[in-house]
């Protein structure tokens, strides 16, 4: 008789990043952290710890959305290729990208830089990033912090914290999802900020040796340098699903699709509903190609990387999916109707075409 099967790391867990260990940590963190709601009952929340972004009611009927996010280690990228231009602008967007998943217009943010150096020409491209970025999801930069911690950071951490205003009759964390409704997924514009540490060993290497001279490997499937395409800007979603919200679309659900990939459907604060991804809309080849060189099976790729879609939205039915795509294509978006919701007993994510199911942040195999 066979014995258990032996606990295999995934490709993720061997690139240095454990989801197991983060979900224990996280347990560690929240047994402390939600009881702090009732200190201050005067200004409650309005969505639950662990959707994209939280809501205070401040009373009147208004709400101030707020969420924080980095940039991790796509900065050590930005490192090897010598060019920090571009950090910045993924910066705001994987905090202005979760703030509208409530339905909030973003309004500004703070930054914080964690460095064990300070040296100008590398900070001015950091604070041209931020520009663009802050240009891109119209907010301002309000303010920020310099830290120098030597002893703790070799390098450069890049992290923000976004406020932006919704009336509180319009937060939307997905609780009028219906069987029927239909899912379009807006494109990403490349890796985006989640899943570096594994395209980064497999793309350019184990050692710092290797990752110095393959940062500048011309790919010829990507038509650029490795490097190039791991540093593409993190597309910012805010301007179209602004839009779509004034238009009086009537969209059921928006969610951010980051780590964990299409299981952040399973975020949204509805039950027993399955998120059916069919038809798959075309995998880049940059997601083909960090597949091919690390044999990495479907359920980690579709876990730990968008696979081409960077944002989706929940709708009712036709109509909407055509004045959704309307809009995205005057922002120079592309489009995808990616499949529907089904009843089921619980919450999960179906992907028939790879015979995947997602439960939790977790996807594997059905």
Do not use: W
Not at 1 to 26: D, T
Not at 137 to 153: C, H, K, N, V
Not at 157 to 171: N, T
Request: with cysteine; charged share 25%.
């Amino acid at each position: 008789m066979p014995g258990p099967k032996p606990n295999i790391p995934s490709q993720y867990e061997q690139s240095g990043v454990s989801s197991r260990g983060a979900e224990g940590a996280l347990s560690g963190l929240l047994e402390h952290v939600l009881p702090t709601r009732k200190f201050s009952e005067r200004y409650p929340l309005a969505a639950d710890i662990g959707y994209f972004a939280n809501v205070i009611d401040i009373g009147n009927g208004q709400g101030i959305a707020f969420g924080t996010d980095g940039v991790g280690t796509k900065i050590i990228v930005a490192e090897l290729m010598d060019r920090y231009d571009t950090i910045g602008i993924d910066c705001v967007a994987m905090n202005v990208n979760d703030l509208i998943c409530v339905g909030a217009r973003p309004v500004s943010m703070v930054d914080y830089i964690g460095c064990s150096f300070t040296d100008e020409r590398i900070f001015t491209e950091i604070g041209k990033g931020l520009a663009e970025g802050a240009r891109q999801g119209e907010i301002s930069i309000a303010g920020g912090e310099i830290s120098q911690i030597r002893e703790i950071i070799n390098g450069v951490d890049l992290i923000g914290a976004c406020i932006g205003h919704v009336s509180l009759d319009r937060v939307n964390t997905g609780k009028g999802i219906q069987p029927g409704n239909l899912i379009v997924g807006l494109a990403a514009s490349g890796v985006h900020s989640n899943g570096l540490t594994l395209a980064r060993r497999l793309l350019l290497g184990e050692t710092l040796e290797e990752q110095k001279k393959n940062v500048h490997k011309y790919e010829e499937r990507l038509g650029r340098t490795r490097g190039e395409e791991l540093l593409e800007p993190t597309r910012i979603y805010v301007k179209p699903v602004m839009e779509m919200l004034d238009a009086d679309i009537d969209l059921k659900a928006m969610v951010h699709i980051t780590s964990g990939g299409f299981s952040n459907l399973n975020r949204v604060e509805n039950d027993n509903i399955r998120f059916v991804i069919d038809p798959l809309p075309p995998v880049p080849e940059v997601f083909k190609l960090i597949q091919d060189l690390g044999e990495v099976s479907d359920a980690e790729m579709y876990e730990v990387f968008n696979m081409g879609i960077g944002f989706c939205v929940i709708v009712e039915g036709t109509r909407e999916v055509q004045a959704v795509s309307k809009i995205c294509k005057e922002h120079g978006i592309n489009t995808h109707m990616i499949g529907c919701i089904e009843p089921c007993h619980g919450k999960e994510v179906t992907i028939p075409e790879c015979s995947l199911i997602g439960r939790g942040q977790k996807i594997s195999s059905a």
